[in-house]
């Protein structure tokens, strides 16, 4: 007599028979269902007694984690064993290095942490408990649909959001947990790519009946994001308190997803695209200035040296030209995360151009579809770009890994600054700059106000955001070259207002922009703030401006909105993780500028008094001589000045 077989959970919620094939019976195969089949499906799910709490329900997977006793040990270079041994065969003859086609990753020998996955399936019970996944789906793509996107995962978050929200059609007790191992399963398969692979033939192997737990990720990842660019989703909240919510739990179980997947020693390109988008969460979630930001960005560089990333990428064999790209794109955008968080930080970068094979993606036209890509690097001269290029992720990639390049340098001329050969050299990188911004695409170069481009929300985002990283790379150089911070030159000053101007028109343009890789709050804090205060600290030394191309009548004008915006909470409210930041530099300046109307501050050209002069003297020793430093210590030092002392400090709020 045949045993009895269970249908699986899609056929008898249907109530229609079903093939028994596993793992996908052939109903789900043809209508592209998730096939799930249940643990215990003909024993009876026993009732517990309130006291009887350490007893597990039969129906819920159980799991006996195994540790690979032989880790995964990822790209091995050219100091290790490896590079001795991998010429050496069996037979004694000389290895042809023949490209398997499969991620170097080995086959996990284990299937997960028991304790990690029964946390990411506790989250995703609580989620979908509170949120509908069908309201989840529609804010994703209405998010989508205005433009933005995760700049890395970019061309798998709109199929990630299919995937998932069809993924979970059982609200059933413990449920959860059955998806949750198989979702284990199909993370700890490894993924294969051949050749002549498309992006669409890739995409299969983790979405669908083939979800993963990095599927997951991405797509809480897009949720969190979307809730920080659309205030109000009627469906999902309504309240600032609502919104908060769902992007903690959204963050919460991208993070479960993140560490459930590393946890299976595969390592693998899904992995290192969720984890570069799991950092940028956390530093909209938890703020630029936090540790737990500045430890997912190390974790990030880790695995991309791992994966030996860092190598040429096009000397490896038999990798998909789409997958070429995606891996350029990774590299480009955590390199140049990596600098640019090391100077908002002043603290040491992590991945060192002398030790990495500087590699940018290419870039999309307009005149092509999005998956094709024209092939525009030039191994000689990397500013080549196709005159028809693309706004969009890419681009913005490829052009902050360009300018990231620059500024390594100029933070290695730092160490040397007692160097003879300084100047010659910050001269040379200035020519460069300024032969990076000529060989942009015209449409790329923002020559005139913001507001008067007729471009898209995103275009004129992205217009403002190139414009910025340029202007950043040439402040730094000039900063490099002042003797103190006290005695800013005409050049620098002039720098600093252009990037304050551009800052300004994006906080006023808000509702006109969408994010074309970095956020309205880190643009203000990241450029806008040096700026600022290069400009407070030349007004404060009573410098002329007639001989600059910007009046101090403007300079003090958007030096006003930029403080009335923040003060206002239309770019950070209390509680924010940028606030503390934002609002002690806001204050720096409004006394300042409340000064520079009270008889505190000498009329221009007139010589200050004896006492005063000498107050100036002691306050420019203490202010702090880290060329780099923009925070805290920078406005707390500033807001010291002899000139702002006498000056009540605004009452809070207004």
């Known amino acids: 007599m045949a045993s009895r077989q269970a249908a699986c959970e899609a056929c008898r919620k249907a109530k229609l028979a079903c093939d028994h094939e596993q793992p996908v019976c052939s109903r789900c195969r043809s209508s592209k269902g998730i096939c799930i089949y249940r643990t215990a499906p003909f024993k009876r799910r026993r009732v517990e007694k309130p006291s009887d709490v350490s007893s597990p329900d039969p129906s819920s997977p159980t799991f006996t984690p195994r540790r690979n006793p032989y880790p995964n040990p990822g790209y091995l270079g050219s100091s290790s064993h490896a590079a001795i041994f991998k010429h050496i065969t069996t037979d004694g003859e000389p290895s042809t290095g023949v490209h398997t086609g499969v991620s170097e990753s080995p086959t996990p020998q284990w299937i997960g942490d028991n304790y990690l996955l029964l946390q990411g399936a506790d989250v995703l019970r609580h989620l979908l408990k509170a949120y509908p996944l069908s309201a989840m789906k529609e804010l994703v793509l209405f998010w989508l649909s205005k433009g933005a996107n995760l700049a890395l995962a970019e061309p798998f978050v709109a199929q990630c959001a299919e995937s998932v929200s069809k993924l979970f059609a059982s609200n059933d007790e413990n449920w959860h947990l059955v998806y949750a191992r198989r979702l284990l399963h199909n993370s700890a398969q490894p993924l294969q790519f051949h050749q002549s692979m498309d992006l669409s033939e890739f995409s299969t192997q983790f979405m669908e009946q083939n979800c993963r737990w990095e599927t997951i990720g991405i797509f809480f990842a897009a949720v969190s994001r979307a809730t920080i660019d659309i205030p109000f989703f009627p469906s999902l909240y309504t309240s600032d308190e609502d919104q908060y919510n769902l992007r903690r739990l959204a963050t919460k179980l991208c993070d479960f997803a993140l560490e459930i ?45 791992a994966m030996g990333y860092h190598e040429n990428l096009e000397a490896k064999p038999g990798i998909p030209r789409f997958l070429m790209e995606l891996r350029k794109s990774a590299f480009a955008r955590i390199y140049s995360a990596d600098k640019n968080i090391a100077i908002f930080l002043g ?308």
């Not at 020693?265 to 540790?291: A, K, M, P, R, W």
């Not at 490829?398 to 003879?420: H, M």
């Not at 209390?574 to 530099?585: Q, R, T, V």
Request: a negative charge; aromatic letters at 8%.
């Open 261 to 305: 997947s590393l946890s299976l020693d595969c390592l693998n390109d899904l992995q290192l695209i969720i984890q570069y988008e799991n950092f940028i969460v956390h530093s909209y979630v938890d703020g630029d200035e936090s540790y737990h930001s500045w430890r997912k960005l190390g974790d990030v560089i880790s695995s991309t040296f």
């Open 347 to 654: 603290r040491p970068p992590r991945m060192n151009k002398r030790f990495c094979h500087f590699q940018i993606p290419s870039c999309q036209t307009n005149s092509q579809p999005d998956n094709d890509i024209i092939l525009t690097n030039n191994h000689l001269n990397q500013n080549v770009w196709h005159p028809d290029s693309k706004p969009g992720y890419r681009a913005d990639s490829r052009w902050s890994a360009l300018c990231a390049f620059l500024k390594e340098e100029v933070w290695e001329l730092l160490q040397d600054k007692q160097d003879k050969a300084c100047v010659e050299k910050a001269s040379k990188i200035q020519l460069n700059a300024e032969e990076q911004w000529r060989a942009l695409p015209a449409h790329f170069r923002l020559e005139s106000s913001l507001k008067q481009c007729a471009r898209t929300p995103f275009g004129r985002d992205f217009l403002a955001h190139v414009r910025l990283q340029h202007l950043h790379v040439l402040f730094l150089l000039r900063l490099l070259l002042l003797n103190t911070l006290t005695e800013p030159d005409i050049p620098i000053i002039e720098t600093a207002g252009q990037m304050l101007s551009i800052v300004v028109e994006v906080i006023l343009l808000r509702d006109q922009i969408i994010n074309s890789g970095t956020g309205l709050v880190w643009k203000v804090a990241y450029y806008g703030l040096p700026a600022a205060g290069i400009i407070l600290l030349a007004l404060l030394k009573q410098h002329t401006t007639t001989a600059t191309s910007i009046s101090r009548t403007k300079l003090l004008r958007d030096l006003s909105v930029f403080v009335a915006e923040v003060q206002m909470g239309t770019i950070v409210r209390l509680g924010d993780p940028n606030y503390a930041l934002l609002s002690k530099a806001t204050q720096t300046i409004q006394r300042f500028l409340d000064s520079f109307n009270s008889d505190n501050v000498p009329a221009a050209g007139s010589e200050p008094q004896g006492h005063h002069e000498e107050g100036n003297d002691d306050w420019a020793a203490l202010l702090s001589q880290d060329l780099w430093d923009f925070e805290a210590g920078f406005w707390q030092s500033l807001a010291d000045h002899p000139a702002l002392l006498a000056v009540d400090p605004p009452l809070p709020g207004v």
